[in-house]
T-cell receptor, first 114, second 109 residues
Framework: DADVTQTPRNRITKTGKRIMLECSQT?????MYWYRQDPGLGLQLIYY???????NKGEISDGYSVSRQAQAKFSLSLESAIPNQTALYFC?????????????FGPGTRLTVL | AQRVTQPEKLLSVFKGAPVELKCNYS??????LFWYVQYSRQRLQLLLR??SRESIKGFTADLNKGETSFHLKKPFAQEEDSAMYYC???????????FGTGTRLTVIP
């Protein structure tokens, strides 16, 4: 089945470390997204990409960067992790086109910054 | 600016009772509204969208532009409905979803 996968699924790191979270998809979708989920805050958009050459900031991009290495891969980096970046991170994809608004989510990566 | 409000963080109902999860939004144009659901140990997934006007797993949601609401309803709750529910909005011509903070529904047997 076409899928959205995230690696790692869990990660514990220390303040100041550089961390990369990876997302891969076999759905053939052009659009990819990174969200973070915090208790009581729902999902907030970090970055999104509509194709390999297109990267856009979301609501909370400070402290994060992304790389769209291929249509199927979208990585999220924390250049210097801090404790308030402890959260659950979700990758999502969607097909392009005005009528294609459903997003398909990965299983999530739980990141803890000590 | 767009905003999605889900006033209830937790909601418990008995099996067989009606359930309504509230969602209100703030948006100046004509939004697209969605309900996403996350069952235990499963991924977040689309439950329904207002433009489809469909009933999924017995759930319905009607967009009320006058009250700027998109409440999710089901006449008879089932135990398998226990999950986290998120209301989401997409603005006109936009490509991003804005999510509410979610409501955790527990159906008591």
């Amino acid at each position: 089945d076409a899928d959205v996968t995230q690696t790692p699924r869990n990660r514990i790191t220390k303040t100041g470390k550089r961390i990369m979270l990876e997302c891969s998809q076999t759905k053939g979708h052009d659009r990819m997204y990174w969200y973070r989920q915090d208790p009581g805050l729902g999902l907030q958009l970090i970055y999104y990409s509509f194709d390999v050459k297109d990267i856009n900031k979301g609501e909370i991009s400070d402290g994060y960067s992304v790389s769209r290495q291929a249509q199927a891969k979208f990585s999220l980096s924390l250049e210097s992790a801090i404790p308030n970046q402890t959260a659950l991170y979700f990758c999502a994809t969607s097909p392009s086109g005005t009528g294609s608004s459903e997003q398909f989510f990965g299983p999530g990566t739980r990141l803890t910054v000590l | 600016a767009q905003r999605v409000t889900q006033p209830e963080k937790l909601l418990s109902v008995f099996k067989g009772a009606p359930v309504e999860l509230k969602c209100n939004y703030s948006y100046s144009g004509s939004p697209e509204l969605f309900w996403y659901v996350q069952y235990s140990r499963q991924r977040l997934q689309l439950l329904l969208r207002h433009i489809s006007r469909e009933s999924i797993k017995g759930f319905t949601a009607d967009l009320n532009k006058g009250e700027t609401s998109f409440h999710l309803k089901k006449p008879f709750a089932q135990e398998e409905d226990s999950a986290m529910y998120y209301c989401a909005l997409r603005g006109t011509g936009a490509n991003n979803l804005f999510f509410g903070t979610g409501t955790r529904l527990t159906v008591i047997p």
